[in-house]
């Protein structure tokens, strides 16, 4: 191209101008565009939600436990609007349903995986200086701390927060009161925020790798962010558009989900109708059952990441792995009414639903077994992440493996409104995809701080949480299996049927206390630790994958030099070499 | 650039003008045949076909879709495939069931 | 620090970052109006009756709106083309008939909202104006949204044309090929709504 006259300047970045470490405390740790600290921000805003989410819980667990008991000292503080006298209100219940759902899931889970690890790891991962749009990954941050902020201010909303579930299962979802709207509200922004997240992963993934690092040649982690992007960026845009519709229902009084002639109360309500409620639900199951693989794929990654290291050995079957991970992917977009079977589908498509579940239990199957055998023969070191991530394996698989009876459409019927719902998902989030959180915490801790955290602390933590995590779910399974329902205010104490499983409420909510306690000497070993822990190099756990080039922490820009991949992602213990692990990064 | 450069850009010109007849042109047909009242599966039939070829000349001549870069086609193929899905399922699926209106 | 690639391509891809972004968006926002058309096809099989778009709607000023948006798309790629060829002048009278191509579509919209206003027309009033207010509204704030880029890149944003023609040009493509989607979308719409 000639230049314009006026043309000198070849400099192609006005933003970067100012040297980094020149900015101030506000551009450098609150509005900064380091992928590094946008990733520990999206972090710990992450923790802090889950710590939220579940203390919703354990309160809800006690009105299980103990249903109308006044819960002590407590109970009155949150007040006569909630708890008169301490016992607890079925509007408020239900208020802590939908908003643990939804906070554990889109606030705490999500943000955790995707953007606290996805940003912090990946473009070190790939040997990139930092995501392709710094500004936007900014701004993905706030969108998504603005939706928090949205989600947490409906609680004080005149009604309370949403009482719908975290589906917000239309016609009720739009009669309801204020929470509901502030709740749309706080999803747009959410979804805004992914979406903007979704394109700087795929952009970076593919034009910022370094050189020589072929896709075959990714770490898995980076493979599961990548499709998981790619889920987050095609599945979302049809919940914001039914987000808009559910808004435009409650706000301009149009119809788009209320059925004609609905009663409420002896009284038809007065609109025009036409809608349709299940149009709700196939728009939210369009994203939803994406969200489990987004959910469970990050959480997947940073266990492969994990028990390569800690086996010496390279992953079994990492090619079946990543074509298991792109098919699973491909395949999670048109499987998602099966949580519908309950709404009087038809038999011809409630057998294509079943077939495409069957189908995409296959590939999750390949990547677990594929994790099982890495294992084998491995000389294996037992620290805080690897028991995480081995423990992540039999939790996952019974968390997929009870799923498979939902995905058939007979046995869905009689067990999908019962604790068996709850005791599986669960089982598939919370022993498994956050046990392979606290794995990735404590792995690449010493790669953000420079220290390691302390093993004793870590490993009282793990056993303590392996243990609690059962003792409140399985005996859901059980509670679940006696047709107990999901939805129960009582968790049951009204019906003669549930009697004999009754005891089991009061098993999981002390399991839930009991598991709250072992995260003390976590959130004590994660502050400790940024301070005291014990001080490392760049590659503490002799590790191939190209972040561990970096100094720890590493700075703005990454790495000193442009490093260049030569090799896959995990030669360990390869014959003949010198040190039991060949980096990437190492000619 | 070179001289090259330029003539590309004027060849480029001249299909923009032409596509802009093109689309002014269809939008007029697609106006008139829908005055005479057809029945509704072959209106909804040829306004589509027109919508259709409407939005392939903007996407294939003014988003240069015509001579993109592989991975754009990936992503938008893998973007069809589920636009499809969503389309299609959903109502197919209502209308599959015993859901009464 | 530089993020490599936003004006040369990178060999593999052919591509700049950008332009793989601005790709990503427009293929969430086809699934964000998809679900909106997938709403319209379950709301509409499943009505009694459903009424034809020109017995509610204007076509004439919608006609007229589809042509105003078809226009400014080909302005649009002639500001784009102006710089390819240097003339920078040229490039800002394109550009500034976009914008006001746009704000000319954007007030014919306000007229015809407010005429449906005025007759009692609500998104309330039956799910037909339900879709056509939602589909139409949100398309609006795209028009809206891609002017205001337009016209940062009229406006301040034209700096960057003194010091990285290039990144210039290469970003006036890019939020052309957004404002390409839009009149896109208009072109499903204006049958849709109107015709059917």
């Not at chain 1, 590493?554 to 040190?579: L, Q």
Request: with cysteine; aromatic share 16%.
């Amino acid at each position: 191209m000639t230049e314009p006259a006026a043309v000198a300047a070849p400099k192609p970045h006005i933003a970067h101008e100012v040297p980094h470490e020149a900015l101030g405390f506000w551009r450098k740790y609150v509005f900064s565009t380091d992928h590094k600290v946008i990733g520990i921000q999206y972090a710990i805003t992450g923790l802090l939600f889950l710590l939220f989410g579940f203390s919703l819980m354990m309160l809800m667990r006690w009105q299980l436990a103990y249903p109308g008991a006044a819960l002590p000292l407590l109970g009155r503080l949150l007040g006569e609007a909630r708890m008169p006298g301490g016992t607890m209100l079925p509007e408020f219940y239900n208020e802590l349903g939908a908003m643990h759902g939804t906070i554990m899931v889109f606030l705490g889970v999500v943000p955790l995986a995707v953007g606290g690890f996805g940003n912090f790891v990946v473009p070190l991962q790939i040997g990139a200086q930092d995501m392709a749009f710094p500004r936007l990954n900014m701004a993905s941050y706030w969108s998504f701390f603005l939706g928090g902020v949205t989600m947490l201010a409906s609680f004080l909303v005149p009604g309370g927060a949403a009482q719908g579930g975290w589906t917000s299962y239309t016609p009720l979802s739009v009669l309801a009161g204020t929470g509901q709207t502030m709740w749309l509200i706080g999803m747009i922004f959410l979804i805004t925020s992914s979406l903007l997240g979704a394109i700087n992963f795929i952009t970076t993934i593919i034009q910022l790798r370094a050189k020589g690092l072929t896709f075959l040649r990714f770490p898995f982690f980076v493979w599961t962010q990548f499709v998981t992007a790619f889920l987050l960026l095609l599945a979302f845009p049809p919940l914001e558009a039914a987000a808009v519709m559910q808004l435009m229902d409650r706000v301009a009084g149009t119809s788009f989900f209320l059925p004609s002639g609905l009663v409420v109360s002896g009284q038809v309500v007065a609109v025009a109708g036409g809608g349709n409620p299940l149009l709700w639900q196939h728009l939210f199951w369009f994203l939803a059952h994406p969200e489990v693989y987004v959910l469970i794929l990050p959480g997947m990654g940073i266990v492969a990441e994990i028990i390569a290291n800690n086996t010496r050995k390279p992953l079994w079957g990492y090619r079946s792995m990543v074509y298991s991970l792109v098919f699973l992917g491909f395949m999670s977009f048109i499987v998602w009414a099966h949580h519908m079977f309950m709404t009087g589908m038809g038999t011809a498509m409630a057998a294509f639903f079943q077939t495409t579940t069957m189908i995409i239990s296959i590939p999750s199957v390949v990547i677990l077994t594929a994790l099982i055998i890495s294992l084998w023969g491995g000389s294996i070191r037992f620290n805080t992440p690897m028991l995480f991530a081995v423990a992540f394996l039999p939790m996952f698989g019974i968390g997929g493996l009870t799923g498979l009876p939902l995905g058939l459409n007979v046995a869905d019927i009689p067990l999908h409104d019962t604790y068996y719902v709850i005791a599986h998902f669960h089982y598939v989030v919370a022993p498994g995809t956050i046990f392979a959180l606290f794995a990735g915490i404590y792995y690449w801790f010493p790669k953000a701080t420079g220290r390691k955290m302390n093993e004793t602390l870590g490993k009282i933590h793990f056993f303590g949480s392996l243990v609690c995590m059962n003792v409140v779910f399985m005996p859901m399974f059980l509670m679940g299996l006696a047709g107990v329902s999901r939805r129960l205010f009582d968790g049951g104490a009204s019906y003669a049927f549930a009697q004999p499983v009754l005891h089991l409420n009061v098993v999981s909510s002390w399991g839930a206390w009991t598991l709250a306690i072992f995260q003390i000497p976590f959130i004590f070993n994660f502050f400790w630790s940024i301070w005291k822990g014990e001080q490392t190099d760049g590659n503490p756990w002799q590790a191939t994958t190209i972040e561990w080039a970096a100094p720890s922490p590493p700075p703005h820009g990454n790495f000193p030099v442009a490093p260049e991949a030569y090799r896959g992602p995990y030669e360990y213990s390869v014959p003949g070499a010198a040190k039991d692990f060949l980096p990437q990064y190492e000619a | 650039m070179t001289s090259d450069h330029a003539a590309d850009i004027d060849r480029h010109v001249r299909v923009y003008i032409t596509v802009f007849g093109a689309l002014m042109a269809l939008t007029i047909i697609t106006v008139v045949v829908s005055r005479f009242h057809l029945p509704v599966p072959i209106a909804v039939s040829v306004a589509l076909l027109v919508a259709t070829i409407k939005g392939s000349l903007v996407a294939c001549y003014f988003m240069h879709l015509i001579s993109e870069k592989k991975l754009i086609y990936a992503v938008l193929m893998l973007t069809a495939v589920f636009f499809v899905a969503l389309l299609a399922l959903p109502a197919v699926t209502v209308h599959n069931g015993y859901w009464i209106h | 620090m530089d993020i490599p690639y936003t004006v040369e391509v990178r060999r593999d891809t052919g591509l700049t970052n950008g332009k793989i972004g601005i790709w990503l968006f427009l293929a969430s926002e086809v699934m964000l109006f998809g679900a909106l058309f997938a709403s319209y096809i379950l709301i509409r099989t499943g009505a009694p009756s459903w009424p034809r778009g020109d017995t509610i709607l204007n076509v004439p000023l919608a006609t007229f709106n589809t042509l105003v948006l078809i226009s400014s798309s080909v302005t649009m790629v002639m500001a784009w083309a102006s710089l390819m060829r240097h003339r920078f002048g040229t490039f800002r009278i394109y550009m500034g008939a976009t914008i006001l191509l746009g704000f000319v579509f954007l007030v014919v919209k306000y007229f015809e909202y407010s005429h449906k206003f005025e007759n009692g027309l609500y998104p309330s009033t039956n799910n037909f104006l339900a879709i056509y207010f939602t589909l139409t509204g949100l398309h609006m704030l795209h028009v809206f949204g891609g002017m205001m880029v337009n016209a940062y890149f009229l406006g301040p944003g034209s700096k960057l044309w003194k010091t990285n023609p290039e990144w210039f040009a290469n970003r006036v493509e890019h939020s052309g090929l957004f404002w390409h989607f839009v009149d896109l979308v208009w072109i499903f719409l204006f049958p849709t709504l109107y015709l059917l």
